[in-house]
Structure formats: C-alpha cells, structure tokens
C-alpha cells in the first residue's frame, strides 16, 4: 500500500418585553434568545411578534365632550406615553444586541485562550510536527462531491490505518491538555485539533492563526483512501486538492508545513520558508549522500509543474507572503467539511 503525503499524513436565559396600549388591540412581544456560548453565526436571535392583547376586566368608552374633555385627554396623554416607552425601548435593541454579541465574543474569547493555554503547556517544537501533521491528516479526508471527511475529529477512529502510523504520540499529548479543558468547559476533538496545529506553527516562530471554534465531532471514522498520496506527481496533487475546494496555492502552500520535522528541509523546529528554497535547489538531483533524500515525492513534484514553481518562488522570496498564505490556506483546511454547533 502506498502511503500517503506527511501532510495529510447563562443556560440559554429568555428576556420577554412587551408594551401595549389601551386604545390598541394587540401589544408587541420581543423575544431575546440568547446562545448559552458563542457558536455561529455569534449574533443573537431575535424574534418579534404581535398577538391579541388580553382583555382587561373593566372598560369604559370615554366620549370627549366639553365636560368630560379633560378625562379623554388624560387618556390620550396616557396612552401617547405608553406607545412613546415602547418605542423607546424598541430604539435600545441596537444597544441590546451591541452588549449581547460583545459578551458573546468575550465568552467566545475566554473558551479559545483556556484551549491555547492548556495545548501550550503539553507542546514543545520537538512535537509540533506530529500534531500539524495530525491537522492534516483529520481534515484532508474532505470530499466536495460526497460531502463526506473533513476537520471533524474522526482521526481518532483511524489510528490504526497505515497513512496514521505514528500519529498516536500527538494524539497522546492533546488528550492531556483535552481532558483539562473539559473539565472546565467541553471541547470536541475538531476543535482541539485544529487549535493545537496553530499553536504548533506559532511556536516554532510560524504566523499566529486565529481559529473559530464550535465544530462537531464524528461519531464514526471517514470513508478510506481520502488523503493524498505522497507518490502523486504535480497535476494529480492540484486534482486531489481542488476536489477539497483548495487551490493550486492553497497546495503550495500548505506544503510548506514540511519545514517542520525530519524532511530535510532546514532547522526542523522552525517554521520558516527553508522549504521553498531547498526545493528551488533540487539537491535530491545530487548523486548519493544525504542531500538525495530530501522531501517526498510530491514535494519533489511540486518543483515540475509550472504553476507550483512560480508560488513556490515567491514564497522563497518572502517569508512574509507565505506567513499570510500559509494562515489562509490552514483556516480554509480546518473548517473543510467541519459540521457546526446550531443555536
């Protein structure tokens, strides 16, 4: 069996309002449901109905004669207040919304540095290749066509299939930063993954990856056969990749996570863009030695296809610009295929 590329190798708390009129014969009722945590979208739902106000056990039809003017237009003024608090309040519900998605994104803010922390304290750079090489190989199951695979966490019923050997050692060392998140607050592995894959980037001096949290886990493992092998040659890899909605790009780039690790590609603990300038060397092109065996096969095909070669060469020529693409590239693969928490 040919094995495949390293890569992929408050409870929710009801807020009812009504304000009603007595010359009105319904009242309006607005509804606050606010998400026990931020999922997606982090906006409120906010639902507004009108329903048949209740009847009052007393009535009384005032008719506004000279003598009774002044009790009608009590009532007039009573009930012109009443509708101008409504108002008023319904011209707060900006306000409202403003404060109720700014604490969600606080709540969302407290729950994504508790993960941060806990991965950071079980990380070191010598095991940041085998957890981004995790990312990979938990999210490049996704099939556009099947709608099948992606970034839900089934990596953890696939171990034992060959293109996994060697991933349980990372998986080993979130399930120790895993168990105290959820001791706190409940995380899926999705989630904990592609957390754990940023900071394995940054640490090693990479970009700093933002990534959105809320996925949901799978119950059963992906469909086989859904990760790239690493002997495809440039325009299978640009097939297999484009069938997971990346680009030629988004290939190139996420390749460079091949700086990381026993590749041959520059400091092994160090994220930097020493992948695309060995590549522009071709020392696999050597006779003997050790500089023959640098990278994979598709690394090496990457440096035959046109396209590839010119990302490939801006990237050698700036850092900067692969940090920025690599960043892109990463959150597209981690929200590929990614089932997500509802409101």
């Known amino acids: 069996m040919t094995s495949s590329a390293t890569l992929f190798h408050f409870k929710p708390s009801l807020l009812h309002c009504s304000a009603s009129t007595a010359s009105s014969s319904h009242s309006l009722s607005l509804k606050f449901i606010f998400p026990a945590r931020p999922q997606r979208p982090l906006f409120p739902t906010v639902q507004i109905q009108s329903r048949p106000s209740t009847p009052r056990a007393s009535s009384r039809t005032f008719v506004a004669t000279e003598n009774d003017s002044g009790s009608a237009r009590d009532l007039f003024c009573a009930s012109i207040s009443s509708r101008r608090k409504a108002l008023a309040f319904v011209a707060t519900l900006p306000?409202?919304?403003?404060?109720?998605?700014?604490s969600m994104a606080g709540l969302a803010t407290s729950e994504y540095m508790?993960?941060?922390?806990?991965?950071?304290k079980v990380l070191s750079k010598?095991?940041?290749?085998?957890?981004?090489?995790?990312?990979?190989?938990?999210?490049?199951t996704f099939d556009m066509d099947e709608n099948?695979?992606?970034?839900?966490?089934?990596?953890?019923?696939?171990?034992?299939?060959?293109?996994?050997?060697?991933?349980?050692?990372?998986?080993?060392?979130?399930?120790?930063?895993?168990?105290?998140?959820d001791a706190i607050q409940p995380v899926s592995w999705a989630d904990m993954i592609a957390v754990a894959g940023a900071e394995a980037v940054s640490l090693c001096g990479g970009p700093t990856i933002p990534v959105l949290l809320g996925r949901l886990d799978s119950v059963e493992p992906d469909p086989e056969g859904k990760l790239p092998q690493e002997s495809l040659d440039a325009p299978g890899l640009k097939q297999c990749f484009q069938r997971k909605g990346l680009t030629t790009q988004d290939l190139v780039a996420l390749s460079g996570a091949h700086t990381l690790g026993s590749k041959g590609f520059g400091?092994?603990?160090?994220?930097?863009?020493?992948?695309?300038?060995?590549?522009?060397?071709?020392?696999?092109?050597?006779?003997?030695?050790?500089?023959?065996?640098?990278?994979?096969?598709?690394?090496?095909?990457?440096?035959?296809?046109?396209?590839?070669?010119?990302?490939?060469?801006?990237?050698?020529?700036?850092?900067?610009?692969?940090?920025?693409?690599?960043?892109?590239?990463?959150?597209?693969?981690?929200?590929?295929g990614a089932k997500w928490k509802s409101l």
């Open 95 to 102: 306000c409202l919304l403003l404060l109720n998605e700014s």
């Open 114 to 120: 508790l993960l941060k922390e806990e991965v950071r």
């Open 126 to 140: 010598g095991k940041a290749a085998g957890v981004l090489r995790l990312v990979f190989h938990d999210a490049g």
């Open 148 to 181: 099948s695979g992606g970034m839900n966490g089934s990596v953890v019923y696939e171990l034992d299939r060959p293109e996994n050997a060697g991933l349980q050692k990372p998986m080993k060392t979130l399930e120790k930063a895993k168990t105290e998140v």
């Open 267 to 336: 400091n092994p603990t160090v994220f930097d863009n020493s992948y695309f300038k060995i590549l522009l060397q071709k020392p696999w092109m050597s006779s003997g030695g050790m500089s023959s065996m640098v990278g994979l096969p598709s690394d090496r095909a990457l440096t035959e296809d046109d396209e590839c070669l010119r990302w490939i060469t801006k990237y050698a020529e700036s850092q900067n610009m692969f940090f920025e693409d690599f960043k892109n590239a990463y959150i597209k693969l981690v929200n590929s």
